[in-house]
T-cell receptor
Framework: QQQVKQSPQSLIVQKGGISIINCAYE??????FPWYQQFPGKGPALLIA?????SEKKEGRFTISFNKSAKQFSLHIMDSQPGDSATYFC????????????FGQGTTLQVKP | ETGVTQTPRHLVMGMTNKKSLKCEQH?????MYWYKQSAKKPLELMFV???????ENNSVPSRFSPECPNSSHLFLHLHTLQPEDSALYLC????????????????FGPGTRLTVL
């Protein structure tokens, strides 16, 4: 019940296309869902995060869509650029206690010029 | 130096060696973390310190021994490791303090790539 399942494992998108990464969780106590971006040779960095009181959050070309009833959330990268090529991790946790941040397996995105 | 730094960046060690990984954060945070990152697996939380006290210990084998002498420094002492311990070890920090929360943004260092022969 503590798992976060992420798909696909890898993704290749043409420049200008839309990249979509999906995550699913089981623990209904989770109420904070961040996405982290990791470039080669670097540590992960927070990209965008959402709480379940909204169904969508947009920051520039990055949008999180959240479906509470389905216990799923996804990251959409609009107008994908070669500079977006990185590994993306979804994560989830509960703010009601000092529980740990549970990460998905990661998605390696390659945006072709 | 800014952010979170880790040394060394690469480490090769034999199964009988003893080595230490060092992490330093320059963000004024009070919580620090060790994660293990293996290929195609989720990041595995190993240890969490808040205000220099260990608050999370995720059933990590005793051959990994953390040390947090102050809120800016975190060490991971390694001894008698196994080849399956080869991975990228990431350090992170967050605001933390008495109000330590898993929703605090975590700031990661670049990691130490460890190879155990």
């Amino acid at each position: 019940q503590q798992q976060v399942k992420q798909s696909p494992q890898s993704l290749i998108v043409q420049k200008g296309g839309i990249s979509i990464i999906n995550c699913a969780y089981e623990n209904t106590a989770f109420d904070y869902f961040p996405w982290y971006q990791q470039f080669p040779g670097k540590g992960p960095a927070l990209l965008i995060a959402i709480r379940p009181d909204v169904s969508e959050k947009k920051e520039g070309r990055f949008t999180i869509s959240f479906n509470k009833s389905a216990k799923q959330f996804s990251l959409h990268i609009m107008d994908s650029q070669p500079g977006d090529s990185a590994t993306y991790f979804c994560a989830a946790t509960s703010s009601s206690n000092t529980g740990k941040l549970i990460f998905g397996q990661g998605t390696t995105l390659q945006v072709k010029p | 130096e800014t952010g979170v730094t880790q040394t060394p960046r690469h480490l090769v060690m034999g199964m009988t060696n003893k080595k230490s990984l060092k992490c330093e954060q320059h963000l004024g945070h009070n919580a620090m973390y060790w994660y293990k990152q293996s290929a195609k697996k989720p990041l595995e939380l190993m240890f969490v310190y808040s205000l220099e006290e260990r608050v999370e210990n995720n059933s990590v084998p005793s051959r990994f021994s953390p040390e947090c002498p102050n809120s800016s420094h975190l060490f991971l002492h390694l001894h008698t490791l196994q080849p399956e311990d080869s991975a990228l070890y990431l350090c992170a920090s967050s605001l933390g303090g008495s109000g330590y929360a898993s929703t605090d943004t975590q700031y990661f260092g670049p990691g130490t790539r460890l190879t155990v022969l």
